[in-house]
């Protein structure tokens, strides 16, 4: 029971993160296609500002709480993903560090450096981590002894890139969303008018990736078991095909909380598929790491889920605080803000 | 070079390079929330400026802190696998807990203080930085008690070939962890001690904004005195901690060789691993590291010879690190101290101002001295007397290993020399 908490914990601690950098990582992809000055690029900068360091603290939280719930799994998921997740990793170091910089020397050259991080930074992390969970879903080569050789070209298979894209369509789409939000004039209706052409492309790739997983992967056993868990799959439908109606009245809010539950529906489709699997051997099923072998002491599932109780809903509490006072459209007061990015 | 050879140089430049921005961030923190109390306090606007202006540097090192933190806690799963297994159960839980009741507090209120000046009235604000400070130094407390574990393992049992926690109080009481909490947070306001005096010299070199600098000197002065003293103090209990519960670390940071009674220290020493002797051994002070160890002139101090090879630490690194921070120390009481007798006459004083400016970067050096000592002084155990580094590295190419290293210091150079760049421009430009 115990362990069956923390995956759910684990499979939500996952979709948090990928519905509040989702945003941000889509808005850094978007950037180039959508910015016409450096006044539009500075506005997605400071839609971003105050809340991508928060929205990133939710990696390092579901990476953390692999850990510490799944040793094992965490052990086998990370280093078999070697070369793939310090992609990952520069990816975000530089983004990360492109918010800062950015706007401290005051030079085109230097921005521009900084800005092609932040798209890089942004772009290739939405793509990663899709890949790296299509391939969870399907399965990793993982062998008697819970060792994985799989390279980085393994990794990018037709199935993982599939993967890949939809989180970048989703993100891109949840991110354009979010500038919609933040801002107003020309760059808020260049932003609704992407997100109104990317839906389309969103709705047409999600059923081809559903169909391809139920070629590709085990995970519609457990669906096919116990039917009612298909509520998770049409739920994340819905909130994909409530998204355009929501922009065609101009409900961007009502638009984003579609999209989020989109994100969320998605990862947990996935993961709930893999239940009791944490990761999947594509070899043989005896070799999988699940929430049995691999899950840390009673003791310490315990002791965590008492933190997590505790502090989880006071971490969102001031997160939502923090989401409602910076929830404004970014003005020229704004970027003439001294501390403005 | 194999995989565990690479993957232990990656873990030393990644930990080094974090632990350049870290020791800033933490004692900046506290001191630019004590400038801003003063602002909300006594209403005067000057320390407004001072808040803002510290808080930019402040600013600028942060980003690179939090964006490096992260690759260490994904290294323990990419290249020390069987670590992770072996103690995720303890360990790991101690990061996934520093990250929920820390590391989320202060990322999501540095951004309210950044950009909440004209948004939040001025107590919300202040409250902010608080809460960046504490939960920055907490952070701090967590990372330094899994650091503790792995120094003095305590609290765990060991079953199906890994440690289990059994008693979560052991663990977050670990004397071990809490020396070391009291070592490096003190360590940390000395870094921002100096960092404020030197900066603050600077300017008052060149009269720039005079009455702005003295003030912001008095706050990096007191605070470089107080914990430079402290430090020193709390060091001296910590070795008696290490002496007890890592004697041969004790054995190494002395190139003690042989077991005494008595055991004197040398001034000047230079020590032969090779030959398990010192080369040169000058000005010997009777019974100090028997004191230094246990307090007590007459205690045997157990000498490196008496541990077998293959569970001694590498000596010279260990020793000569040893060395540095304590010398380093010394010199930050005396500096320190000066700066106090000398504090309402600066500007009279223009060789120590001079002086202060070179300062700025050796209690940097001294953290990184100390962390050398304390890491490289456990080997070979990863896990002290219950993992060996060697049996934790992953199973993974040392082409992997190879790549991923010389990315990773390509990238870490090239950041390091724009944020170096950044803290000078905004530290020669003064407040506005």
């Known amino acids: 029971m115990l362990e069956t908490t923390w995956f759910l914990l684990w499979g939500i601690l996952w979709a948090v993160y990928f519905i509040l950098d989702g945003f941000d990582l889509g808005m850094g992809t978007i950037m180039p296609f959508i910015s016409r000055n450096e006044t539009d690029r500075r506005t997605i900068y400071n839609a971003a500002g105050p809340f991508w360091d928060g929205n990133e603290v939710w990696l390092v939280t579901a990476g953390g709480v692999t850990f510490a719930a799944f040793p094992a799994a965490y052990a086998t998921l990370f280093s078999a993903m070697y070369s793939a997740l310090f992609l990952l990793l520069f990816a975000l170091i530089l983004r990360g560090v492109s918010f800062e910089f950015r706007s401290k020397v005051d030079s085109a050259a230097w921005r521009s450096i900084w800005d092609v991080c932040h798209v890089v930074g942004s772009f290739a992390p939405a793509l990663l981590l899709g890949v790296a969970f299509a391939n969870i879903f399907r399965g990793i080569p993982i062998d008697a002894n819970g060792v994985n050789q799989e390279g980085l070209l393994q990794l990018l298979n037709p199935y993982g890139l599939a993967g890949g894209v939809l989180f970048v369509i989703m993100f891109v789409l949840h991110g354009a969303i979010w500038l919609g939000i933040k801002s107003h004039g020309e760059l808020h209706d260049r932003a609704v008018s992407l997100a109104t052409k990317a839906w389309p492309v969103l709705m047409l790739w999600a059923v081809t990736f559903v169909v391809y997983t139920a070629v590709e992967t085990k995970l519609l056993a457990n669906y096919i078991q116990n039917p009612l868990l298909l509520v998770i799959l049409i739920g994340a439908v819905a909130g994909m095909i409530a998204i355009r109606p929501a922009l065609g009245h101009g409900h961007l809010w009502r638009a984003f909380a579609a999209s989020a539950t989109g994100i969320a529906g998605t990862t947990l489709f996935g993961v709930v598929g893999m239940y009791p699997r944490l990761l999947p051997s594509s070899l043989n099923d005896a070799w999988s790491m699940t929430i049995q072998n691999s899950a840390s002491s009673p003791l310490t599932l315990k002791i965590m889920l008492t933190v997590a109780l505790v502090m989880v809903p006071v971490v969102i509490l001031y997160q939502l605080w923090v989401f409602k006072t910076f929830s404004h459209k970014i003005t020229k007061d704004d970027l003439d803000y001294e501390e403005a990015y | 070079m194999d995989a565990l050879f690479l993957s232990r140089l ?11 921005f870290v020791p800033l961030t933490l004692g900046l923190s506290i001191l630019v929330a004590l400038m801003e109390t003063r602002y909300v306090s006594t209403g005067n606007d000057i320390y407004k400026r001072m808040a803002k202006f510290w808080g930019k540097l402040f600013l600028i090192n942060f980003a690179l802190g939090v964006v490096t933190g992260i690759t260490l806690e994904f290294q323990f799963g990419t290249n020390w696998s069987r670590y992770s297994t072996y103690v995720g159960d303890i360990f790991g839980s101690l990061l996934a807990i520093e990250a929920t009741v820390a590391f ?23 409250m902010a930085i608080w809460l960046v400070a504490i939960a920055s130094n907490l952070s701090g407390l967590w990372i330094l008690l899994a650091n503790g574990f792995m120094q003095n393992p305590v609290g765990y049992t060991l079953r199906g070939g890994r440690a289990e926690l059994a008693d979560f109080m052991d663990v977050v009481t670990n004397p071990f962890g809490w020396m070391q909490f009291f070592h490096v947070i003190p360590g940390a306001l000395i870094v921002a001690g100096f960092f404020i005096m030197g900066i603050s010299a600077w300017h008052l070199l060149r009269k720039s904004h005079p009455e702005f600098f003295r003030k912001s000197f008095a706050f990096g002065m007191y605070a470089a005195l107080i914990f430079s003293v402290f430090t020193a103090f709390e060091g001296h209990i910590h070795g008696n901690e290490v002496a ?10 002395e190139a003690h060789w042989e077991t005494t009674d008595n055991a004197p220290m040398y001034l000047f020493q230079i020590p032969d691993e090779a030959n398990e002797e010192n080369l040169v051994e000058m000005f010997p002070i009777p019974g100090l590291l028997s004191i230094l160890a246990y307090n007590d002139p007459s205690a045997t101090v157990k000498g490196l010879k008496d541990f077998p090879k293959e569970d001694r630490p590498p000596v010279t690194i260990t020793f000569l690190a040893f060395r540095a921070m ?26 120590l101002l001079k002086a202060l400016v070179w300062c700025i970067p050796l209690p940097y050096l001294a953290h990184q001295a100390g962390w050398i000592v304390a890491e490289v002084g456990r080997q070979p155990w990863i896990v002290y007397n219950l993992m060996r580094t060697s049996d934790a590295v992953s199973p993974i190419t040392a082409q992997q290993v190879g790549f991923s290293l010389a990315a990773l210091t390509g990238m870490y150079l090239l950041l390091g020399a724009a944020d170096i760049f950044l803290l000078f421009k905004y530290a020669r430009k003064g407040p506005q």
């Open chain 2, 10 to 20: 990656q873990f030393a430049a990644a930990t080094m390079f974090h632990f350049i």
């Open chain 2, 104 to 126: 989320f507090l202060e990322s999501t209120f540095i951004a309210v203080w950044v950009f909440g000046w004209d948004r939040i009235s001025p107590k919300l604000h202040l």
């Open chain 2, 244 to 253: 007890l519960l890592q004697p041969a670390k004790l054995a190494a940071m």
């Open chain 2, 326 to 351: 304590v010398g380093l120390g010394s010199l930050f009481i005396a500096l320190s101290a000066l700066a106090w007798l000398v504090r309402n006459r600066l500007e009279d004083y223009p060789l």
